[in-house]
Structure formats: C-alpha cells, structure tokens
C-alpha cells in the first residue's frame, strides 16, 4: 500500500502550481489526479497580474520564466484594428501599447488599463500578461514528470484513516458527464446535454481506485467534490455548494454582418484605438442598487469580428432554458432598460443565435454575514457559531485551494492570480511540515492549515468584496486598490508562514 506524502486533486493550472511548488521543496512523493477524461483545449484566456506572477515566481522559477514568456506572445499576436482604420478611410496612427478602456454612454474615457507587461512592471515592479488556460495549464503540466499527472480519475469520496495516518482518496475511471454547470460557458447544446451528477453512480464501464496519502491538497475548482464532502453532516453543509453571486453573463462569440456606417459608429465612439472596451453608465452612484448595474465589453477578433459579454444582475431562474433568439432579447431588454446607446443595441440585434452563449457567476464566500438566505444555518446556536461565519478551508488532513475555497467572478481577473497565492502559501506550510518531521503531528498539521487560513481569508474577504463594487470606484480608489494588491512584498508574506 503505497502512501504519497500529498495528493492533489484537480489539475487545473492551481493544482499543478501546487505541486510544483511541492517539488521544489524537496517533496517529490506526490500525485495529482483530474476527473477530465484527457487533457484538451478548454478555458477562457487568463489575465496574470502582478501578484499572480510574483506568486508563480516563488512557487517555480521555470513556470515564471515560461509562462512569461508565452504571455507576452499572446499578447503580442493579438490582432490590432487595422481593419477598422481602413473602414473609416483615416490614417494609421503610430501603433501605441494596447489598452483596456473603460467609457460612458458618451464615448468619454473614464480609465483606461495598459496591457503591456512593461508598464506593469514599471507601476509595481511585476508585470501582467495574458494567456490561454491550455495553455498556462499545458506549461505546468509539462514541468511535472508524466507518471505523477492522472487524467481520468475523479474523486468520489475521501476518508480519514487515523489508523495509517492518512487520507484515502477514492476515484472512478470512465465516468461521463464532465460538464461543470458553475464553472463554464453553456450555450444551447451542452446546457441540454448536462448530466446530473449523482456521486453514488457508478458506470459499470467504469473502474474504482483508491490513493492514500499524508496529506490532500483540493484544487478541484468551484464546484468542488472534496468540499462538499468535507462539509457533509457538519455546520457548513449548508456552503458545501457554490452560491449564485447575483450577477451572470450573455455574449456572442462573433458578429461578422456588421454595416460599414454602424463599424464606424462603434470604432469612433468606443474602440478607437482598443482592441477591447468595457462600457457601461458613470451617472450611476455607488449608492445606487449595484443589482441593477449593466456594463458591456466589446472585443475585436481576428478577421474583423465584434464580439460582445454584457454583465447584468438578475435572477438565476431567468436564465434557465435559455439560448439563441432567446439570449439575444434578454440582452437587448437589458440593454434598453439601462438606456444604452442605439449603436450597441443595434449590434446586439445582428448576434447570429448559434453564437449565443450564457453564464451565471458563482461565489465561495470567504466570510458569511448574512445567514437568512441559508435556511439550514438558521437554527445554529450562535454562542457557538457567531453571525459572522468563516466556512473552513481545512478539515484534518484535507485543504482547500484556490475555487475550491473561494471561488468567485472574474470581474478582477483574481481567480487564477489568488490561486496561485493560495498554491505558494500552501506548499510553504506543507514543505515546513516535511522540514520538521511533522507528517504524524496532526496538532503540527492543524496549526498549519490555521495559519494558512489566517494570512489568505482576510484579504480573499477585501478582494471578493472588490470584484462586486468594482466599477463605481474613484481613481484614488483604484490606485490604493492597486498598490495594495500588486505592491505586497512577497518575502515578508514568507516569513510570516515559517
């Protein structure tokens, strides 16, 4: 019976970091396994920032190094508007760093966010760079021997055996039904072809394994099979599955029948020189009910393609069966509602229905305060459990990271970039356990995992609560939001975990 000294499950680019980091400290009994059938092209493009880097850097020089590098080739293969110049028969102007604008209705600038990795690294002495979640994914995966990477197991049970001081991890073979309703994209097709998931389902075309190891790290995204396993028949059961956050998404994929007079409109008004622009009505106050917010990116693709991602606030139920022709009139209501500018209704209404795509945000709350909408909590005596509930990342041997622990919007680009925090502080503690002889001190363990918990819940509290306000925010708002998330000294967050 063989007993890793970690286990992580989830090979998603947190998984993997993870165990990169493990192995950098000298920890090379390990194994990670994904329930994903076998790797393959899947995922939106990741926005690393500063502290994401920094994170990636101290967890694995390489990674850093490579996953640089095929960033800033991302960014520097991305498709300009030249297209759009030619259509408005006006001049090149001299190419200048690619932007991400934020404008009102008007077309006014409100900020605008420089996507070089060089400007970046000036501001805060990292830089940013975008990349394809394969990718990025693709570059960890590769820097791990093969044989400790499993594809095609997915994680049906976990058990503590206090007997062998370790943790059994039960898996399945050839299970269908890899699609994640919390964590992807849905348009008509795969939101119909969606299975259930039933985890006392077994396939008899599939085939159960077992793995034990010292400790487990979960790095099984936001609809987490490890987390709601660790919190049945316990007082968080009632977090054991994400929670909708309130806000969801409707796009299009691609817009190829767009008038010249209308491309016009769009390109001097909003895209100017940007490849992509978020717009939405500055009028509104931060006072005002955040839930009834709309704000709309527009993107360019290659080819001359407009695309298009409203955000919107609005009921879970609304979204339900809901694809094509159907998206495209949620959109332009909400659009009306919010009395955008004609131009951009008008290219909502060109959206090819096939292209339509769909997708509610989920939320892991790092803190919960208010217990009325979790009918399971109300009856808990709160001399114990306090209005203010922290649902744990840990339980024995088992820890949360990244989604699995917090999981929230993309609307900061901090998922990935928390993540890999999480990852780096992680194997921190973990490779200060192996240091010290520690694998069968639980108390040594516990003390552990609390100290992880203590330094990251905090500020997942402030960033979460950030990604929800984040648009009514002054400029001096941003730049001490900035300073303080991207301009952390890394080396002092390390000793803090020693």
């Known amino acids: 019976m063989h007993i890793y000294d970690v286990l992580v499950v989830g090979a998603g680019p947190i998984g993997l970091a993870t165990?990169?980091?493990?192995?950098?400290?000298?920890?090379?009994?390990?194994?990670?396994?994904?329930?994903?059938?076998?790797?393959?092209?899947?995922?939106?493009?990741?926005?690393?920032?500063?502290?994401?880097?920094?994170?990636?850097?101290?967890?694995?020089?390489?990674?850093?190094?490579?996953?640089?590098?095929?960033?800033?080739?991302?960014?520097?293969?991305?498709?300009?508007?030249?297209?759009?110049?030619?259509?408005?028969?006006?001049?090149?102007?001299?190419?200048?760093?690619?932007?991400?604008?934020?404008?009102?209705?008007?077309?006014?600038?409100?900020?605008?966010?420089?996507?070089?990795?060089?400007?970046?690294?000036?501001?805060?002495?990292?830089?940013?760079?975008?990349?394809?979640?394969?990718?990025?994914?693709?570059?960890?995966?590769?820097?791990?021997?093969?044989?400790?990477?499993?594809?095609?197991?997915?994680?049906?049970n976990v058990v503590y055996e206090p007997e062998y001081k370790c943790v059994r991890v039960d898996c399945v073979s050839h299970l269908g039904g890899e699609q994640n309703p919390y964590a992807h994209w849905e348009n008509a097709q795969n939101h119909e072809n969606a299975q259930p998931e039933n985890l006392e389902i077994i396939s008899q075309q599939s085939e159960t394994k077992s793995f034990r190891a010292k400790l487990v790290v979960a790095a099984d995204g936001i609809n987490s099979t490890v987390r709601r396993i660790l919190y049945k028949n316990t007082p968080y059961q009632a977090f054991a599955r994400p929670e909708y956050s309130g806000f969801a998404a409707v796009g299009c994929q691609g817009i190829s029948e767009v008038s010249n007079k209308l491309l016009t409109e769009l390109n001097e008004k909003f895209f100017e020189n940007s490849r992509i622009v978020t717009i939405f009505n500055d009028e509104i106050s931060r006072d005002s009910d955040c839930m009834k917010q709309v704000w709309m990116m527009l993107f360019q693709r290659k080819g001359g393609q407009l695309g298009y991602i409203i955000h919107l606030a609005l009921p879970l139920d609304s979204l339900k069966h809901k694809s094509g022709t159907a998206l495209i009139d949620l959109a332009l209501l909400s659009l009306e509602k919010a009395n955008f500018p004609t131009c951009l209704k008008q290219l909502v209404s060109l959206s090819p229905p096939a292209n339509m795509l769909q997708r509610p945000y989920y939320i892991h709350r790092a803190m919960i305060s208010d217990r009325l909408q979790f009918p399971s909590t109300a009856n808990l005596n709160l001399d114990t459990h306090p209005l203010e509930m922290q649902p744990a990342w840990k339980a024995q041997r088992v820890v949360l990271v990244g989604d699995a622990a917090h999981g929230m919007p993309p609307f900061m680009a901090q998922g990935a970039n928390q993540g890999f925090e999480d990852a780096l502080a992680i194997a921190t503690l973990i490779a200060n356990i192996k240091d010290k002889h520690d694998w069968d001190n639980t108390q040594a363990i516990s003390e552990a995992f609390d100290k992880y918990e203590h330094l990251r819940r905090p500020f997942m509290v402030d960033i979460q609560k950030a990604t929800l306000e984040r648009l009514y925010w002054s400029d001096k708002e941003w730049q001490d939001y900035s300073q303080k998330l991207y301009r952390r000294n890394f080396n002092k967050l390390l000793e803090t975990l020693q």
Not at 80 to 89: C, E, I, K, V
């Open 19 to 156: 165990a990169l980091g493990l192995r950098q400290r000298g920890i090379e009994n390990i194994l990670v396994i994904d329930q994903t059938r076998a790797f393959r092209q899947v995922g939106q493009v990741i926005d690393l920032l500063p502290n994401g880097l920094n994170a990636l850097k101290y967890i694995d020089l390489k990674a850093y190094e490579e996953v640089k590098k095929k960033g800033m080739s991302f960014l520097s293969s991305t498709p300009s508007n030249d297209n759009a110049n030619q259509t408005t028969q006006k001049p090149k102007s001299p190419k200048t760093s690619p932007e991400w604008v934020q404008k009102n209705f008007k077309g006014e600038r409100i900020r605008a966010t420089p996507l070089s990795y060089d400007h970046w690294f000036q501001q805060y002495g990292e830089g940013r760079v975008s990349i394809a979640w394969y990718d990025l994914q693709t570059i960890l995966r590769n820097l791990l021997p093969e044989d400790s990477v499993k594809a095609n197991h997915r994680c049906i």
